[in-house]
């Protein structure tokens, strides 16, 4: 993935723009992988890029803060608000995002290789 994609599909997810898997989660709540891996994809390739500012590290931070406040409101027997088609076993994406994470902060690229994770495509 270039680096205008991965910015694009990052503010995309920030905005919570129509078809983003914020927006899908959020507004629509769907879990889709395709849409995960479409965000996932666009974290790991700046780390690859070696593409780092201020301004990509607020977007990248909010939307991580975002995504993990939807899955507990999930869980919140309280809420109503419920995901439909969320995974079973959820842990491995929620260790995806936080790796990819780690990986942009410290631009760490053994931290997004395939072989490490659990959960594959």
Do not use: C
């Not at 869980?75 to 076993?89: S, T």
């Amino acid at each position: 993935m270039d680096k205008t994609t991965a910015k694009q599909i990052i503010t995309d997810n920030h905005n919570a723009a129509n078809g983003s898997f914020i927006y899908l989660l959020h507004e629509k709540s769907r879990f889709s992988p395709e849409r995960f891996w479409d965000y996932y994809d666009s974290v790991a390739a700046l780390v690859t890029a070696d593409d780092k500012t201020p301004e990509l590290t607020k977007l990248i931070t909010d939307n991580y803060q975002r995504i993990l406040k939807y899955l507990v409101f999930h869980f919140d027997p309280d809420d109503d608000f419920v995901i439909k088609d969320f995974p079973k076993n959820y842990l491995p994406y929620i260790e995806r995002l936080e790796y990819v994470l780690m990986a942009y902060h410290t631009i760490d690229t053994r931290l997004i290789s395939e072989d490490i994770f659990e959960l594959k495509r």
